[in-house]
């Protein structure tokens, strides 16, 4: 089956659209990559998408608006990748959506929504679309994420000691298998998310991310400052655990720069600091977890401070990206709601319940029909895959 899996992430800037042909045979899932192409929102559209995200307030017309608008991006991106990479024969396309929230009270998961209306993308490619991933993991008492999980720990199937799947998106999530121990998931804290916001705000606007970790690298960390946020309570939290911008926005960063007896820090140490952050962060759980190696995915992967950072922080645990298996680092979410999607039209679960802490393993998702009569495979015969292969792209 031909798949087109469809991501944007935390960090909305655009939608990744990344094409694999999966097989499964016996108690391995093959997968082998098509390719990736990149959507990017328009500004005006990005704009009124940060406009609408907590911690400020919307209206059910915006809501409505960013949810077709949405679709038509998710729409036009998947139309794109079944004729650039799949020349026009795709068979079906998992559509992650936009996450504008995800209710988290208490430490459970009560809700999480992803908008990017599917009936757009179905009509646009004439192709069935499996979207809404997380609610039905949430409505099992599980955290709805990272449900990538399910992905990792198939793929990390058979690697030597304990490996982490780390991804590092707005948000940094790992899994963790292997070494005779049940997998864990969760969300570490933020990634990019923090990162991102203050160089929004310390550039005006001009600038939306840290390019090439270039404002990290001119900066020193601030002792205070870091000890500040790495004493927010959600780290000693246990696993599962989801976060998301809803906690870590600007204004959560600027309330630990307020207060008239600390000294404030120049804008490149804040933006140093915050990726110290992440790196002292993530350290902290692969620590926790006797990770062995880390294997690296997303847009963090392509900031070299941070990486450095990273690098230094994991004191001699060896630090990889996901490219050097085969999966490219910008694509490999996408691709892992591919494989989602695959699991779901074949009536297989695709949850991992020792990582999203539900009550059991569930078959995920809402169908949008395409164009023509629906006629789903049959379930597998199989069960669920256990091993995911990445085998070489195909050649021209």
């Not at 328009?42 to 679709?71: F, Q």
């Not at 630990?256 to 600390?262: K, M, T």
């Not at 979410?333 to 074949?346: D, I, K, P, R, T």
């Not at 569930?362 to 091993?387: C, E, H, N, V, Y």
Request: include cysteine; charged fraction near 20%.
């Amino acid at each position: 089956m031909r798949v087109i899996g469809l991501m944007s992430g935390t960090s909305y800037d655009a939608i990744d659209a990344a094409a694999a042909d999966l097989q499964a045979e016996g108690d391995t899932l093959h997968l082998t990559p098509l390719g990736l192409t990149g959507h990017a929102y328009d500004e005006r559209l990005r704009e009124e998408l940060t406009a609408a995200l907590p911690p400020a307030s919307t209206t059910l017309e915006t809501v409505c608006r960013l949810d077709t608008r949405i679709g038509q991006a998710f729409a036009e991106a998947a139309a794109r990748a079944d004729r650039e990479l799949c020349a026009g024969r795709a068979d079906l396309v998992a559509s992650h959506g936009q996450t504008v929230f995800h209710w988290v009270r208490g430490g459970r998961a009560h809700g999480s929504l992803q908008i990017g209306q599917p009936s757009w993308i179905a009509e646009r490619t004439g192709l069935p679309v499996v979207s809404d991933f997380r609610s039905r993991d949430i409505a099992a008492g599980g955290q709805g994420a990272p449900l990538v999980s399910t992905v990792d720990v198939m793929w990390l199937r058979g690697r030597p000691g304990r490996p982490v799947a780390l991804n590092l998106g707005g948000i940094a999530n790992i899994t963790v298998t292997g070494g005779g121990r049940a997998p864990a998931a969760y969300d570490t804290g933020p990634a990019n998310a923090l990162i991102d916001a203050a160089v929004r705000h310390l550039t005006d606007g001009r600038r939306s991310a840290d390019t090439d970790g270039v404002m990290a690298a001119r900066g020193t960390v601030h002792r205070p400052l870091l000890e500040r946020l790495l004493a927010d309570p959600y780290y000693a939290r246990p696993a599962p655990k989801t976060t998301g911008k809803e906690r870590f926005h600007l204004p959560y960063l600027l309330a630990a720069l307020s207060g008239p007896e600390r000294a404030r820090p120049g804008g490149d140490d804040v933006v140093a600091t915050v990726t110290a952050l992440t790196a002292h962060t993530v350290a902290d759980a692969v620590r926790s977890c006797a990770g062995t190696e880390v294997i690296a995915s997303g847009g963090g992967t392509r900031n070299p401070t941070l990486m450095t950072m990273l690098r230094a922080a994991l004191a001699g645990v060896p630090l990889r990206t996901s490219g050097e298996s085969g999966l490219p680092p910008a694509a490999k979410e996408a691709y892992a709601f591919a494989v989602l999607g695959f699991l779901s039209v074949h009536g297989l679960t695709a949850t991992v319940p020792a990582c999203t802490g539900a009550r059991h393993a569930s078959i995920l998702g809402s169908l949008t029909p395409g164009a023509g009569p629906l006629r789903l495979p049959p379930p597998g015969d199989g069960g669920m895959p256990t091993r995911l292969r990445v085998r070489a792209p195909h050649r021209a």
